[in-house]
C-alpha cells in the first residue's frame, strides 16, 4: 500500500500490456529483431575490421618486400591506407558503406575515397541496413507508437482517467507513471545495449565518452518519444486520432523530414560528383603547366630558375636529377589543384551541413542519428579527417619518393637505376589514426541541443492537455 | 454540523452558454440527495465541479467546499473525503475486482480497516466472482465494485453519476438498497439520475436542475404518472 501513485500507474500499466498479449508480443519482436540487428551488424564490423587488418598487414608486407628498383615505379606501386573503426561502429557504421574505408594512395592520382557522396548516408539510401542504431532511431518509436498510443485514450474511453483524477490523483502522477511505464522497457534495452558494447570496446579510444554521449542521444530520443505518445493519447478522443497522429509524427520525424533536408541541402548547395571534380581538375592542371611539353611556359620559367639556382646552362649539368625535380613539382602543383578541389567539396559539405544543422530541430531522428554516427567515428567530420590524414601521407610519401628520384638517381642512366630497397622500408608512412570526437562538436552540440528540445516539447504538450478528462 | 457538500454561487459558462448560474446546494451527513434535469442541463457538469475536472476554457466561479475544504484550494485533501462513481463503472477488464480496490486505494495512498473481500461483500458481489477479470463482469457488478471501493476508502461523500442506467430491475433494486445502507452508515450522498422512481426510494431530498438552478421537487409516489414527469423535466411541476 506504500508504493507511490506513479509507481502503482506504471505497474498496472505493465500489467495491463502482458493482459493484452500485443504489446507484450511487440516488446519480444522489438527483442527480437534488435537481436538480429546486433548479430548482423556485429558480423558487417567483423568483415570490415579484418578487411582493414589484412589489407594494412598485406600492404605492409608488400612495401617493404619490394625490391631494388626505380623511385618512380615505387610511386606507382601504391600503398593501401585503412581507415580505422571504432568498435562503436558495431551500432552505428553511418556513411562508412558510402565512404568507403580502404584508400589506394599513388603519385599525382586523386585519392580514391575523395569526393564520394557522403552526404547520401543522410538519407534513406541506409534504409535496408539493420543495425541497433538504426533499430533506436527508427524502429523503437514505431514499435513504442504500436505499444502505446492508447495508453491514455483507453483510460479516457473507460472513464478510469476521469475516474482517477476525480478520486484525488493528480494528472501530473498519471502521466509521470504512463512516461515511466513507456520509458523503462526502452531505457533499460538501451542500458543493457551500452552495457554489452561498453565491455566488448573498453579498450578503444575514448570509449566512456563516445559510448556516453551516444547512450545519452538514445535516452533523450526515446524520452522524447515516450512524452509525445503519452500527449497525443492523452489528447486524443478517439484510439485511431491516436494511432494516425502518432504515426503521422513518426512519418514526419523518421522519413520526410531527414529525407527532405538531406534533399534541400544538396539543392540549394550542390556538390559535384566525383567524375565532374576530376574533369575540373584537369582543366585547371592543363591551364598550369605540362612537363611533358618543351615549351610550357610554367615549365620552361621553372627550368630557367632551376638551372639559374645551381649555376649551370643545362640540365644534363646538374648535379641533381632533373626529372626527379620536375616530379616534386609536377607533385606539388597536383596536389595543389587536387586539394583546392577538395577545399571546394568540403565547402559546400559544410554549407550542407551549415543548412541541416538549421533545420535540425524539425527532426530529432536526424539528430539522434548524427550523435550516433559522431560517436562511432563514421560521420562526415570523421571522414574528412581520415581523408586529410590520408592526403598528407600520399604526399609526404611521393615527395620522399621524388627526392630520392631526384638525389640517387643519376640523369644520365635515369630508366636504368635502381635503389636499393632499404629506402622503401625506411619511407615515412605516417599511421592514420580515428580523429578525436571533438572533430564533431559542432555537430554534436546541434544535436544534443535538439534533443533536449525534444524532451521539453511532449512536456509542454502534456502540461497543455493533461487538464482533459 | 459543518455540511459535507456546500456549494454556494457557483455559476459556469462554456462555450458562450451558462450551464450553471449562481447555484446552491447543502448536503449533510446521513443525507441522500437526487438531483434530476433533462437531457443537457448540466448535471454531470455539476459533479464535474464539485470534483474539478473542467476542460481549459471553461469559465467557472463560485465556492466549493467538500467537508469543509475548498475544492480549489485544498483539491488533494478535499478530494480524500470522497468517492465519485461515474455513469460508466471506471473499473480495468485486466483486473479482478479485488485487484481494482487495491490498486485504486493505492492511488489514493489509503489502507482499508477491513479485507478487499469483506466490502465486496458487503455490497453483495457474489464470492465467485471476486478473483475474475472485471471484463468478464456486468455493469451492475462493476457498480458494486466501485460502491465497494468507496466503503473501502473511507470516505465520507459519495458522489454517483446515473448509477441505475442500463441496470435491470433486480440490480437497480440492489443498488438502491446499497445506497441506503451508505447513508445508514452515516454517509452524505448525491446522486445525479434519470430515473426518477429509484431517485423517490432512496432520496431525501429530490432537486430539479433547469436553466441552471437547483429548484426543490415535491413528488408523491402515488400519484406520478406520465404526464407529470414530462411536466416536471419541462419544468412546469
Redesign the interface.
Known sequence: ?N?S?VW??AC?EW??WW??RVPALLLVVLLGLWGLAALAAHHHWQDHARTVADVTLRSQHDWQSQPDRHPHRVSHFGDFVAKPLHPLTVIEPGILDQSGHLVYLEAHRLNSANFNPATEATSLGRFPLMTPGMIVQWWMPLFLIMIAYATVTAEKL???L?????????AW?IATGKWLALFLPFLLLLCLQGLLVGLWSWHSDQAGLRLGLMLLAQVLYMAGWCGLVVAVSWWSRQLHAALLTLLLCWVCVCIIFPRGLANLAQVLHPTQPRTEAEYHAEIKLKTLGDSHHPNDPHFAGFKAQTLKLYGVSRTEDLPVNYNGLLMQEGERLTTAVYREQQALHDAQLAKQNAQIRHWLWLSPALAMQYVQMASSGNDLAHHQAFIRQAEVRRYQLIQYLNQIHTFKVNQAEDKDTRVDAAFWQNAPRPTVSLAGIDVSRTTLLASLLVLLGWIVLPCALLY?VS??? | MTALLSIAQLSLRFAGRDILQQLALTLHAGEVVSVLGSNGAGKSTLLKSILGLHDAGVDQSGQILIAGLDIQQARPQALAQLAYVPEQPAVYGHLSAIENIGYFLRLAAVTPTMEISAYLDMVGLPAHAWQRPCSEYSKGMKQKVMLALALAKQAKLLLLDEPNSGLDPQATEELNQLILQCKKKGMGVLVVTHDVLSAMAFSDRLLMLANGQLQPVLLDQSTLTLDSLKQLYQGQA
Open positions: 500500500m508504493a501513485p502503482t500507474i498496472n500489467r495491463r493482459h493484452a473507460a472513464g478510469t476521469a475516474y482517477m483524477r476525480g478520486n484525488g490523483t493528480a502522477q497543455k487538464k482533459r478528462t
